[in-house]
């Protein structure tokens, strides 16, 4: 298996807990069964694919049957001929970004300029406030009082915490461990506390905690170029593209 297969292999495995997957060949969707957000619901297309217009369809009546918009988020080496069919299908790109990754050696501590920072992980008491915190960062509103936060702990994976007086300031999570490899998530910052090198204290501090966990290889995919540097200053490196696709909201 080439390293590309490996991860696309990987992000597919990561994919399934706790999600609806329905298979809509070439692509399977991870559908979110109580979260309608975007990012938590996407496809991923088989290595190699090379969908037609009728392909495109069939997935988006099943992210439709669901609630869901329509997305993929693939690796474009692993199956270079997918962007084409979605462009002629009326889709468009989200995002194009490097997919990066660290090894245990790579890894480099962040300086960060917040006094009394503290970084630990993520509790069952500080759920509410980490699903609160990337839900609003990513454009998003803070849970209801009757949802229950999702847990980053639950299937292998885990999350940590950068607090200053009590007060959330950023977060950064990892998926579960498959193969040695894990990927870094919903990476965030609150608004006020941005510019001040949180986004790479807790990437590192949340890799770390992967790398304890048993994982060789952390991944993650940046959602900018400011984003990217600043994972590049933690000890990550492109090795691949990811792209992210959807239709029109």
Avoid at 87 to 104: D, F, I, N, Q, W
């Amino acid at each position: 298996m080439t390293e590309v297969a490996r991860l696309q292999s990987f992000l597919r495995a990561v994919a399934s807990p706790g999600r609806t997957v329905v298979e809509a060949p070439p692509f399977t969707a991870f559908l979110d069964p109580d979260d309608a957000l975007r990012f938590v619901n996407y496809s991923i297309p088989a290595d190699g694919a090379a969908p037609d217009a009728a392909a495109v369809e069939r997935l988006r009546t099943v992210f439709r049957k669901h609630g869901r918009l329509p997305r993929l988020e693939w690796i474009e080496q692993a199956a270079p001929l997918v962007a084409r069919a979605l462009v002629e299908a009326g889709m468009r790109e989200e995002l194009r970004t490097p997919l990066m990754s660290c090894e245990p050696t790579d890894l480099v501590s962040a300086n960060v300029g917040v006094e009394e920072l503290t970084v630990a992980p993520v509790g069952e008491a500080d759920l509410r406030e980490t699903a609160d915190l990337q839900r609003v960062a990513f454009g998003d509103t803070p849970l209801a009082a009757s949802d229950e936060p999702r847990d980053p702990r639950a299937h292998g994976g885990g999350a940590v915490l950068a607090r200053c007086a009590g007060e959330p300031l950023a977060v950064a999570a990892w998926t579960p461990i498959m193969d040695g490899v894990t990927e870094i998530v919903g990476v965030a910052t609150a608004e006020p506390w941005r510019g001040r090198g949180l986004a790479g204290a807790v990437t590192a501090a949340g890799a770390r905690a992967a790398f304890a966990a048993g994982a060789s290889l952390c991944v993650l995919s940046p959602g900018d170029d400011l984003a990217q540097r600043v994972y590049a200053r933690a000890g990550f490196a492109p090795v691949a593209t990811m792209l992210h696709w959807s239709d029109p909201d």
